[in-house]
């Protein structure tokens, strides 16, 4: 699809902004048969649906629960089944590591061994960050020949170990055996050239170890979702756009990052985001701009911080408008109903505002009002192209 | 889809008639909010709408605007981004030039270059298409060895190139820099047997200089689509049907008989069409039937003849359902919205008539009631599937 887009795209001066709502769409609470979306008052969004084209969007298959990663890369234009990032350099972006081409990244658990190094809890009690902090700093110490190591904490239990280097592979097998009473595997390699990588952190693990073994509980490392930097086309070279991203959050901007934008200085909230949108308008043509606060209720199974967070965005909505987009695209990279407390399946309402958006009954900015959209159930990577139409930035197929 | 559809077709009596509204769909007029198609009386088309199933053809891609020969290639059945036709094949089709396997045709511009050969104009300030007739008359005059020459006018500044001969290669690079104050670029080889039919045009371009040296504006010219009439599974065989086209304009005859329909004699307007229709009635299965008006008003950018476009249109339905054919589909290639004046990306409306068609809560042909038929937003290739059930002319997949 990209390849069909690129010759297509040609210069023009409209300006597009792409709301991503984080965990958007919702499902009905049992005891009044409605979602979070059709509880909010929403007249902003409900006014904004009346004049766009609406629809949901499918962000990688019927069923499938998206990550935040490839809930993103669909929205960015990318087929999420065809671009997939590892977990390592997700979680590295997470954080906003500095990851370069050819690092190998993984995901690491402090968890606690026993006596005859069999797993007894794979996280370690869950310990505090700060817990976290201090022994990765005993990690950070661990010399391995011919790489540089990082060794980051995330949260609790978790951390990300980078490898830099030459010749590294990510094609390594996993260490947790996902059950209790075993003990931690060894990495192995999964292709030609992974040996040496193997080896190497095969090496790390055993000193992490001998560091570790008066820190009980977290006396112990598991090694997850290794991988290097996908190879992705440039997102401001495959459609032309001066692209800036505005995330509060790291994850988002690492996955900004990730496909080329640039990523913006703002605050921690998103009043602070919409004076950054603000400020550097007249610099970009397209804007990313997230807002969190949905999900986390969702994933919370707060039902109504849910519906609180999405009022509270409503409010903002005249704030973008003020700004005339050509485009404005309001949507969300997945489902986190407050019934699931969890990211979900489901497929997530999209409004496109544009002059040219066309004629469409949907009267409210919901689930079921956009099912009746114009724009139909569709996945996610085709957003982009109907963007760049709306924006008048696409010639025709054929003559 | 044609490998699957092939070995399922079988032989019946029933009558097809594919209506193609050249750039249906529509956008609404700010003022009032309504589409074209919206505003217009069309009490014929919203009666067979009514008995009919209905839904929104997406030609290429969500997004991509199509050009007139992936729209109509899309509602012949074949997927229009696996079978592409260069512009240069288009153009010859355009004006009905006998285009044969192994001719490379082009599009040539007639354009303006000063004493130093730098391009200062791209369109040689949009000659007529009088003064093109005596220049390609010059053009046509050129010989060059083994090859047989056509230069064919178009219209205004533009004409057809068409090389015939043993082991031409379409695969050429374009002569058109795209910019002014540079001169046009030489035809350069773009697979390994395509360097003498390269040289064969770097010398036709030496030689139309020459012969247009006193020809200023037209002074010289610009060659762009080159490309050989592509290998297209033939329309009556896949589909078992004796196929007729009747189309008052020459792109839409070139592009049925690209297909392998026949293309029947008929006059200058849809009237002409219709007499066309009944003449031909007994003895072909499926019509191929094109109405331009609507398009041209879109590209005009004239809402008001493009809504009077459509109630002419609504008046001569009653005519071919006189006809009583088993299947009547009525849809269109491309939007072509009025307020884009031009053709436009939005998907388009059909309706499929037919005992089979199913019940259907569509009670307008419009944009907005056919975005809630029972046929959903579909790709065009999947129309002539479905048209051939509705003829009874498929059997079943599988035991």
């Given amino acids: 699809m990209l390849d069909v887009i690129r010759p297509l795209v040609i210069a023009n001066t409209t300006k597009i902004v792409l709301l991503s709502l984080d965990g958007l769409a919702g499902l009905p609470r049992p005891e009044t048969g409605l979602s979070e979306m059709e509880t909010a008052r929403l007249p902003n969004l409900a006014a904004l649906a009346q004049e766009a084209a609406c629809g949901l969007i499918r962000h990688v298959a019927p069923g499938i629960t998206p990550g935040s990663g490839p809930g ?173 991203a505005i995330a509060a959050y790291p994850m988002y901007r690492g996955l900004a990052r990730l496909v080329g934008m640039d990523v913006l200085k703002t605050g921690a909230t998103f009043a602070d985001e919409l004076g950054t949108l603000r400020q550097h308008w007249s610099s970009y043509d397209f804007f990313f701009l997230h807002y969190k606060d949905t999900d986390k209720a969702g994933e919370d199974g707060d039902f109504d911080a849910k519906v609180a967070a999405l009022e509270r965005l409503d409010a903002s909505v005249p704030e973008v408008r003020a700004l005339e987009p050509d485009v404005f695209v309001v949507t969300g990279d997945h489902a986190s109903p407050s019934v699931l407390a969890g990211h979900g399946w489901q497929p997530v309402p999209v409004l496109i505002h544009s002059r040219y958006a066309g004629a469409d009954p949907v009267r409210a900015f919901t689930e079921r009002a956009c099912a009746a959209g114009t724009l139909g159930v569709f996945p996610s990577h085709h957003l982009m192209p109907l963007v760049m139409a709306n924006a008048l930035r696409l010639t025709k197929f054929g003559a």
Wanted: proline share 8%; with cysteine.
């Fill in 72 to 244: 993103h890369l669909g929205l960015f234009g990318y087929d999420p089944l065809q671009y997939q990032v590892g977990r390592g350099v997700l979680e590295a972006l997470g954080i906003e590591f500095d990851l370069r081409g050819g690092d190998v990244a993984a995901r690491g658990n402090f968890c606690t061994v026993d006596a005859q190094g069999l797993i007894t809890d794979r996280r370690a009690g869950r310990i505090s960050t700060e817990t976290c902090i201090r022994l990765t700093d005993r990690l950070r110490e661990i010399r391995l020949p011919g790489v540089e190591l990082f060794v980051e904490p995330v949260k609790e239990h978790r951390f990300v170990l980078v490898l830099r280097g030459p010749s590294l592979s990510g094609h390594l097998s996993e260490t947790d055996p996902q059950v209790l009473g075993k003990p931690p595997l060894p990495v192995k390699p999964l292709e030609a050239g992974a040996a040496r990588t193997a080896e190497l952190v095969n090496a790390f693990i055993a000193e992490a170890r001998r560091r570790l073994a008066d820190a009980a509980p977290a006396n112990m490392v598991l090694l997850r979702g290794f991988d290097q930097l996908p190879e992705l086309p440039r997102f401001p070279a495959i459609f032309g756009l001066r692209a800036g």
